[in-house]
């Protein structure tokens, strides 16, 4: 750690530094800030190193650091829900691993650096010894460690068969690589390497480019349109192939095990390696989503609703089953939860009103913006075909249209609730209704006239609710009263005639 440390602080502290060295080269001189941002870093890596310590009793967890401001994270055993073990390059060329612990809160616990087989230990300890005989942790505790020292000096082999502690329910697959041009991790790293450049070095840029274009016209007598189709070729190619890349390193190894203590095992990544092992009981559901560019290639990917990890925006930390043919994923999803048909079974659609509601929430945006724009090209002057075009708009929103009317529908399938809507992408939600903790009805002016109102099945885990779009108000409460009647009966009013009143006696 006396080098992860200050490396990671030095990586850290790397747009200052590289601001500060651009600075110095301009004047000429070799500036005493640039000393001082490489050396502060690694005291400071130094010093949290020798200033954290962790416990684990057998109740507690803790975890104590800080030299100025003194910091005790304490949490209860039964209170962890995941562990995370990750190790990066470096990591792994010095034989240590990164422990992240999920216990609901905030703040997660990260123990870094700690051996590698002690971190498989750790571990085993924390999630599989309170479900598991004490020789059969310790049996397998020894079988993983076993197997992440194996995988640390590379001897690990691909098609492994699984242990006799272990079910695989998915294991990475090389083909699944064709999907990776249709996600959009390409275009997020061109966006922001592009952003990077055209930032630091836009002046250097402009000349370079200016120059290879006078280059390329004096060698090449090109026209312009067939430049601009070569332009555009290298701009679908160059996200396609980062998109590959990020892919193949990221979901490279995966695989997803099932193992006898009642956890869900899920490892993944080529160069920097991730253990992620939640508790089969934390899991809520799953996500199943079907992005647009992927649907015409049969792809899909799943999301685990588990407590104690972090939503969808947490880099990839809740994937269940990367980017993969749709008909594995649902698959792999439904042996997961351990429930058929709620993949892949047929719904119950919301009616008429929601229909319609699909198609005005569409189309109006769109025919707005469609004759602003119109009526500013006629008052420019512009030519009357493009004071036409904007209505492209219009058709556009056409197809936007059908598919949310499509795709609304929700069912109960085995104590779970089940439900679909969206286009980009369309998104398919199992939710275990015993893991419900409450229930949220929101209508707008535009739904209470048409009768509809969007049920949230409110969770600990994931986002914190599945929504069902533009679904009838009957039928939302015989929902929620069919998920959980001592929770929401006292809150739903009966709708009885008014009984005439005797006449008074006298």
């Given amino acids: 750690m006396l080098l992860v440390q200050p490396i990671k602080e030095i990586v850290s502290s790397l747009p200052a530094f590289a601001g500060i060295l651009v600075a110095g080269f301009a004047s000429g001189r070799w500036s005493w800030w640039a000393t001082f941002l490489i050396v502060v870093p690694v005291v400071l890596g130094t010093v949290r190193w020798a200033v954290t310590f962790y416990r684990v009793t057998p109740d507690q967890l803790q975890l104590r650091g800080g030299l100025v401001q003194r910091n005790v994270l304490t949490a209860r055993l039964d209170r962890v829900r995941t562990v995370d073990v990750t190790a990066s390059p470096l990591h792994r060329l010095l034989g240590i691993a990164s422990v992240q612990v999920g216990t609901g809160a905030a703040k997660p616990f990260v123990l870094d650096g700690l051996p590698r087989a002690q971190a498989e230990a750790l571990r085993e300890s924390l999630l599989h010894a309170r479900h598991v005989a004490p020789d059969a942790a310790a049996d397998a505790a ?46 997020v790293a061109v966006a922001a390497v592009f952003g990077f450049v055209l930032q630091a070095f836009d002046q250097l840029l402009w000349t370079f480019a200016t120059q290879a274009y006078e280059n390329v016209g004096e060698l090449v007598s090109f026209s312009w349109w067939v430049l601009a189709a070569v332009g555009a070729l290298a701009l679908l190619a160059v996200p396609a192939l980062l998109s590959t890349i990020v892919y193949a390193a990221t979901f490279g190894g995966y695989r997803l095990t099932r193992h006898a203590g009642g956890t869900l095992r899920i490892v993944r990544g080529l160069l920097t390696t991730r253990s992620t092992t939640v508790e089969e009981k934390r899991v809520r559901g799953a996500v199943l989503l079907d992005p647009a560019a992927m649907r015409p290639v049969r792809g899909s990917r799943a999301l685990l609703l588990t407590t104690g990890l972090p939503g969808e925006s947490s880099a990839s930390a809740d994937v269940l089953v990367p980017a993969a043919p749709r008909a594995l994923v649902a698959a792999t999803l439904e042996r997961v939860l351990g429930v058929a048909g709620v993949a892949d079974g047929p719904l119950r659609p919301h009616g008429p009103a929601a229909t319609r509601r699909c198609w005005t929430r569409a189309l109006a945006p769109a025919a707005v913006l469609a004759a602003g724009l119109a009526g500013l090209a006629w008052w420019w002057g512009l030519p009357a075909l493009l004071v036409a075009a904007p209505a492209l708009l219009v058709l556009a929103a056409v197809p936007v249209a059908a598919g949310r009317a499509a795709s609304l529908g929700h069912d109960v399938v085995d104590g779970h609730l089940v439900s679909r809507s969206g286009v980009f992408p369309r998104r398919r939600s199992v939710l275990d209704l015993s893991g419900t903790i409450g229930w949220s009805f929101t209508s707008t002016p535009w739904q209470r006239r048409a009768g509809l109102v969007t049920a949230s099945a409110l969770t600990a885990a994931g986002s914190g609710s599945v929504v069902v779009l533009d679904v009838p108000e009957s039928v939302a409460l015989r929902l929620a009263l069919r998920a959980d009647a001592d929770l929401c009966a006292p809150f739903v009013a009966e709708r009885t005639p008014a009984v005439a009143a005797p006449p008074s006696v006298r």
């Avoid at 194996?150 to 697959?173: C, H, I, K, V, W």
């Fill in 142 to 187: 020894a079988d993983d460690a076993a197997r992440a020292a194996s995988d640390a000096t590379g001897t690990a082999e691909t098609g492994r068969a699984a242990g006799p502690q272990e079910a695989e329910l998915a294991r990475f697959r090389w083909s699944w690589l064709r999907f990776a041009p249709f996600t959009m991790s390409g275009l």
